[in-house]
Antibody, heavy 120, light 112 residues
Framework: QVRLQESGPGLVKPSETLSLTCTVSGGSVNYDYWTWIRQSPGKGLEWIAFYHYTGSTHKNPSIKNPVTISFDSSRNEISLKLRSVTAADTAVYFCAEGRGHYLSLVFDHWGQGALVTVSS | QSVLTQPPSVSGAPGQRVTISCTGS?????????VQWYQHLPGAGPKLLIF???DRPSGVPDRFSGSKSGTSASLAITGLRAEDEADYYC????????????FGTGTKVTVL
């Protein structure tokens, strides 16, 4: 059974970079689409970006912040960097495994989420 | 930001049937992309309930069923139980802009 665990600072200052890591256990990052999704307080889910094991990445065009998603195969970790954050980036950030075809991705394993607050 | 609209809340007594609608457009559900449904409990990651419009992962009770027609999809819960009280989200692909994955606005199911 694949398990995902998000980790990173819970507090980030405005204009700085939000950095999170997702550690995968019980599986390998050398398959599927590894995805970051967030949920702002009182709001719904928003897809941020994915990393595909072939090395391709894709981000949500609605998110204006520079986004970097990468992976470390030796550690089975996927990382997210979201730059120039504002209070609007305060959210619970989820790591999820996406499987299937690119046009019909199914997010079938999720981490429990990590709360990140953007505040000075 | 979501382009998939769900009712904010639905409720029902134990044992009853409730349905949740998910209304999209021609760039997502109406374009033929498959719809998934997730159950989200506080403090946990969402759980996949339905994929490919109608299919259930192993372990999901057959009380949960999905359907799709035109630019909309629906999730039905029959034999409502107290443990079904949660938030529910639909999800699909949208080919507008550069293409992205979109979730519904979310529906809170309350068991009376």
């Amino acid at each position: 059974q694949v398990r995902l665990q998000e980790s990173g600072p819970g507090l980030v200052k405005p204009s700085e970079t939000l950095s999170l890591t997702c550690t995968v256990s019980g599986g390998s990052v050398n398959y599927d689409y590894w995805t970051w999704i967030r949920q702002s307080p009182g709001k719904g889910l928003e897809w941020i970006a994915f990393y595909h094991y072939t090395g391709s990445t894709h981000k949500n065009p609605s998110i204006k912040n520079p986004v970097t998603i990468s992976f470390d195969s030796s550690r089975n970790e996927i990382s997210l960097k979201l730059r120039s954050v504002t209070a609007a980036d305060t959210a619970v950030y989820f790591c999820a495994e996406g499987r299937g075809h690119y046009l019909s991705l199914v997010f079938d394993h999720w981490g429990q989420g990590a709360l990140v607050t953007v505040s000075s | 930001q979501s382009v998939l609209t769900q009712p904010p809340s639905v409720s029902g007594a134990p044992g009853q049937r409730v349905t949740i609608s998910c209304t999209g457009s021609g760039s997502n559900i109406g374009a033929g992309y498959t719809v998934q449904w997730y159950q989200h409990l506080p403090g946990a990651g969402p759980k996949l309930l339905i994929f490919g419009n109608t299919d259930r992962p192993s372990g999901v009770p057959d009380r949960f069923s999905g359907s799709k027609s035109g630019t909309s999809a629906s999730l039905a819960i029959t034999g409502l139980r107290a443990e079904d009280e949660a938030d529910y989200y639909c999800q699909t692909y949208d080919h507008s802009l550069d293409g992205y994955y979109v979730f519904g606005t979310g529906t809170k199911v309350t068991v009376l």
